[in-house]
Every structure is written in structure tokens, then in C-alpha cells.
């Protein structure tokens, strides 16, 4: 009885003591929260959206309330610049999920790990070695025999007798150059043969992949209300299979490629490879390297694929600027050969159609939540420390302040003005800024362009028959990434002479 006495006491003065800071602390505004559960009944499932409409009614920093946790959005450049420049150490660290902490090992990875020499590590590797210039041009026949090998199976589709002048799904082909560029890269390993048969690891790493998603999808309410965990325990033994079964398959891959090492020329270019090599300059271990490489499959699997379809939509909508991307491809290139990353500097056009995709479609709308490790204070309000810090990109790139007509597709706007959006500009941060910016922008840029510059080059894009453009369904799906509500339906119709479209494989 004692003990149940003193439990409840302690309860009822953290409770008082977290109410006397809320009253006290000059918080943002936001909406009213409910005792226990906060705002989490108020939130809509496209966050991002939801976030930006309370801003609308409350200003550009507001309090959300995930059960007891205080989580502030801030949704203007100014204040962007505030959490990602002004205060960025302060708020380096990384708010971790009951599944993140699991599926990185308490943050030893880099994209869940706090601010601290383990981070400054593991991000000066990543920025010197695995994403370096070198690297990433040894990488560049990987991208481009993708990309054709795409360009050859869709020119197969819409030109059989069965799909002739139908609406083919763009996505379709896009996962598929999503999916065996990353795996190339990092694993050094195309799962998929030329008639598109996965192997047995390739179905093991889809799997994998897949399991990931659905037991880190399944703790929403307990994650926020610690009072209400005991009833949804966390499966142990779920997380624990998972981990062990993507870190069987990692270590399988990871010796394939260390008895290649011990053969002259083994060694390659791939992360895998960049890992083993670097394993001990780096001090890392082999949480860290499984870890590293993860982050890197599950940063670029869909992020890549998500922004060509977008633009592409964008560009069906707009039928002017994807003829101006044509014609600028055709004068650059011509009709006689095709593209390569080496002609991307030339095309400024394509450049501005995948800024303003990227502007109006950011693939992570809504930052991952900055973790602040002491008080600080944005646009004059008390952030207490412990308190996560959103950025709404897609607000941001939305807001009629900075942005002259937002809402349209207007490629031009940046021929007129060269804005950074690898993390220097803070009205446009796809890829986000600061000590967590995402290392691997370059990669994506140099994809998104190269598949873009692809698709516009080899072929012209139609709605399927019956849809007008404008009736294309621009709508995002919720979740941590925006994929398009509806997937793209759409029909290509080649542009260049039949021989152009046949991939030429390269192994690297």
C-alpha cells in the first residue's frame, strides 16, 4: 500500500510540475490539447497538410501535443532558418521511436543517432568516402544502365500490340529503377535479371523491407501516451526476428564481398565495399556498418521514385513545359543518341522542372523531428528542452510571402533565380539543412534529373483516354514519405528511332 501511495503521489507531481512549466513557459500557440492523449484525436493523417492549416489560424510556429510530448512546427523560411542555422546544435539530436531505437541499435546508425562524436563520425564518412565526388562518378554507369534499362522496358510496354496507345503505371517502372539502383550501389547487387525475375535474396530483401514497415507502423497511440504502453506492449520477439533476419542477410552479403576483396580487382566502388574498407579507420562496428547501410536503402528505395512521378504528373498538367523540356533536350542532345549525367550541367530547363517538382512535392513533407537537448527559444517563444522540432517543408514551399503564385507549376521561376536547395536556401529544403542534411543529395539530384531527362527525351506524355490533366489526382497518401494518392496512369509515346531504346547492361 505504501508503495501504490508513493507511486501516486509521484505521478501527481510530475504531472503538477509539467503543468506549472506549461503555464509558465511562453510556448508557441496551437490548438487546445485533451488531458492524457493531446492533440493526436485533432491530428488529420496527411500531417503535413493538417500542420499547415493550423498554422493558418495559429501563425508559423504552433504546439502539437503527442500525448505529453511537446512538438513544435514551424512553418516559414525565417523560422526555418531559426531551428536548421541559428540554434542548429541545440537541436541536433533525434527524437527515436520505440521501433527506431530497435531497428538502429539505440541510434548507432546516423540517421537515428544524437548529435555527439558518434554522429560527427559516422557523417565525415559519409561525406568524405561513401558520397564523395570520386565515388559518385565511379557510381555513374550503375545510374545510367538503370535508367536505360527503364527506357527499354517501357518502350517494350507501349509499344506491344496488348498496351498500344493505353495508359501505362509510371510508378511501376520507376520502383524498378528505385529499387536496383539502391541495391546496386550498396549491395553491389542487381536482385532482378533482364526478364525481371527477382532471385531468392531479392525476395528476401523485399520482405525484409516490407516486415520493417509494418511492425514500425504498428505502436501510433502507445508511442505517444507512455500510460497507455502496458497495454500495447512492445513485441519483442517481432522486432527481434526482424532484426536478426535483415542482419543474416546483410552479414551474407557483407562476406560475398569480403573473400572478393582477397582477389585481385575484388574490390569495388559499392557502399558495402566502402564500409569493409573503411571498418577500421573509422572504428566502426558492425551495428554501425549494417546500420549505415540501411539508412542508406531505406533514404533512397522510394525518395527518387516518389519525385519523378510528381514531376511527371506536374508535367502532364502542364503539356507547355514539357514541351519547352523537349525542345531544350533536342537541341541539347539531338535525335541520334541518348542521354548521360554528363549533359545535365546543359540543361537548365530540366534542372528548374525538378527544383519546382521538388518545391511543390517535397518527398519528406515534414522533416524528421530535431530533438533539442537544452531550452532554447524560436521566434520568441520557450522551446523546453526534450521537445521535438518540426520543419514544414511543404508549408514552406507554399507560402505566397516568399513564393510568387505558389500553387502553380512554374518551372521559370527559377531561370530567374538560382535558388540552393541542397540545404543554403531555406524557402526550398528538400533534402534539409544543417548538421542533418541529407549526405546523399547529390545522388538523388543526379537521379531524379537523369531519369527525368530520360523519360522527356524518349518519349511524349499523354493522360490515359477519357482524363483530362487537370482531373489527374494530385492528392498525397499519409505517411513519412508522399507518395501520390492515386498512382500515375499515363501514355508515352516514343520520340526517337527504335534502336535508341535498347539497354546496353554494364556490371560494375
Not at 234 to 258: G, S, V, Y
Request: hydrophobic share 40%; charged share 25%; aromatic share 8%.
Amino acid at each position: 500500500m505504501a508503495v501504490l501511495i508513493s507511486l501516486f503521489a509521484f505521478t501527481l507531481l510530475y504531472l503538477s510540475y509539467k503543468l506549472y512549466k506549461r503555464l509558465t513557459l511562453n510556448l508557441p500557440p496551437g490548438p487546445r490539447p485533451w488531458p492524457v492523449v493531446g492533440n493526436l484525436y485533432g491530428v488529420k493523417p496527411v500531417r503535413f497538410r493538417c500542420f499547415s492549416e493550423w498554422s493558418r489560424a495559429y501563425g508559423p510556429i504552433i504546439s502539437v501535443w503527442f500525448g505529453s510530448t511537446l512538438n513544435v512546427i514551424v512553418s516559414s523560411a525565417e523560422l526555418a532558418k531559426e531551428v536548421l542555422k541559428d540554434n542548429d546544435q541545440q537541436l541536433a539530436n533525434r527524437h527515436r521511436s520505440r521501433s527506431a531505437a530497435k531497428f538502429s541499435r539505440d541510434g548507432k546508425d546516423l540517421i537515428w543517432a544524437d548529435y555527439g562524436p558518434h554522429y560527427v563520425k559516422v557523417r565525415r564518412l559519409c561525406t568524405l568516402e561513401l558520397f564523395s565526388p570520386r565515388r559518385l562518378e565511379a557510381l555513374r554507369p550503375i545510374r545510367e544502365d538503370e535508367v536505360t534499362a527503364m527506357v527499354e522496358s517501357l518502350y517494350r510496354d507501349c509499344t506491344s500490340l496488348e498496351h498500344k496507345g493505353k495508359g501505362l503505371m509510371v510508378k511501376k517502372y520507376l520502383g524498378a529503377v528505385a529499387f536496383n539502383n539502391i541495391t546496386r550501389i550498396v549491395f553491389g547487387k542487381r536482385f532482378v535479371n533482364d526478364e525481371g525475375v527477382m532471385d531468392e535474396q531479392g525476395q528476401e530483401f523485399k520482405a525484409i523491407v516490407a516486415n520493417g514497415l509494418k511492425l514500425g507502423a504498428s505502436l501510433a497511440m502507445a508511442e505517444h501516451v507512455p500510460w497507455l504502453r502496458w497495454l500495447f506492449p512492445l513485441e519483442e520477439e517481432a522486432f527481434a526476428r526482424h532484426c536478426a533476419r535483415r542482419d543474416r542477410l546483410t552479414r551474407a552479403i557483407m562476406e560475398e564481398h569480403a573473400l572478393a576483396r582477397q582477389k585481385p580487382g575484388g574490390a569495388k566502388q559499392h557502399f558495402v565495399d566502402a564500409l569493409l574498407t573503411f571498418q577500421g579507420s573509422y572504428d566502426l562496428s558492425e551495428d554501425t556498418i549494417i546500420g549505415l547501410l540501411w539508412d542508406m536503402i531505406t533514404g533512397g528505395m522510394d525518395t527518387t521514385a516518389i519525385s519523378v512521378e510528381w514531376a511527371m504528373a506536374e508535367l502532364i498538367r502542364n503539356p507547355r513545359a514539357q514541351r519547352k523540356a523537349q525542345e531544350e533536350l533536342d537541341s541539347v542532345i539531338g535525335p541520334s543518341r541518348v542521354m548521360t549525367e554528363s549533359d545535365i550541367p546543359n540543361l537548365p530547363y530540366l534542372h528548374c522542372v525538378a527544383k519546382e517538382a521538388l518545391r511543390l512535392h517535397p518527398p519528406t513533407p515534414l522533416m524528421l523531428p530535431h530533438r533539442t537537448n537544452v531550452d532554447v527559444k524560436i521566434g520568441g517563444h520557450d522551446i523546453p528542452k526534450g521537445s521535438n522540432v518540426h520543419v514544414n517543408v511543404w508549408a514552406i514551399a507554399r507560402d505566397p510571402t516568399v513564393w510568387e503564385r505558389p500553387l502553380e507549376f512554374r518551372p521559370e521561376r527559377f531561370m530567374k533565380e538560382d535558388v540552393d536547395m541542397k540545404g543554403h536556401d531555406f524557402r526550398l529544403l528538400p533534402f534539409g539543412a544543417g548538421r542533418r542534411v541529407c549526405p546523399g543529395a547529390q545522388l538523388g539530384i543526379s537521379l531524379v534529373m537523369s531519369m527525368l531527362g530520360h523519360l522527356l527525351h524518349h518519349f511524349s506524355w499523354a493522360p490515359t483516354i477519357g482524363v483530362r490533366p487537370e482531373e489527374i489526382d494530385m492528392g498525397e497518401n499519409p505517411g513519412l514519405v508522399a507518395f501520390m494518392r492515386t498512382p500515375l496512369e499515363a501514355v508515352p509515346t516514343p520520340r526517337l528511332a527504335a534502336e535508341l531504346y535498347k539497354r546496353v547492361p554494364v556490371d560494375i
